[in-house]
């Protein structure tokens, strides 16, 4: 398996593994779907901050971070994203995605991680804590989606 930055040649791979959480789960509380296009441009405008895991031909699974909120006081803050196909959770891939995409934060002069993760995704949860985020906020009743209110729980790392 191999950690690298996403390419255009990536996205309907990402797409394969990203839309179906979107549609099908409570893991995220967008209910709009990747298009090829956002996609794209969202490959492009972060660059190194993009990461995929592959497996020979296969991607496995990507981590990205953006803006955690706007504004200069917040610069070095980031919220990031981390996603695996069903047949690579478990194998570590997570984690070797969450310790390459650390280390282009700090690269990028980042000095902490935000992780907004569903209240009713344990398991996110589980991985976050597992790799020394901490829980910050619980926040009850803040998002919505298959008609019923849902939690978010915030996770910090400190780089």
Do not use: C
Not at 74 to 98: K, N, S
Not at 142 to 149: A, E, L, P, Y
């Amino acid at each position: 398996m191999i950690i690298r930055p996403a390419g255009p040649g990536d996205s309907a791979a990402i797409l394969a593994i990203w839309n179906p959480l979107i549609r099908d789960t409570s893991v995220t509380f967008t209910t709009l779907e990747k298009t090829p296009q956002a996609l794209a441009d969202d490959i492009a405008a972060r660059g190194a901050a993009f990461l995929v895991a592959q497996e020979g031909h296969a991607i496995l699974g990507f981590a990205t971070y953006g803006a955690f909120r706007s504004g200069p006081g917040y610069a070095r803050t980031a919220e990031h994203t981390v996603i695996l196909a069903p047949e690579a959770q478990g194998r570590g891939v997570g984690r070797a995605l969450m310790k390459e995409l650390e280390a282009v934060a700090r690269a990028q002069g980042l000095h902490a991680l935000v992780a907004g993760v569903s209240g009713e995704n344990a398991g996110a949860i589980a991985f976050h804590t597992a790799i020394s985020f901490r829980q910050v906020a619980h926040m009850p009743e803040v998002g919505r989606k298959f008609d019923r209110w849902m939690d978010l729980v915030l996770l910090q790392k400190l780089l």
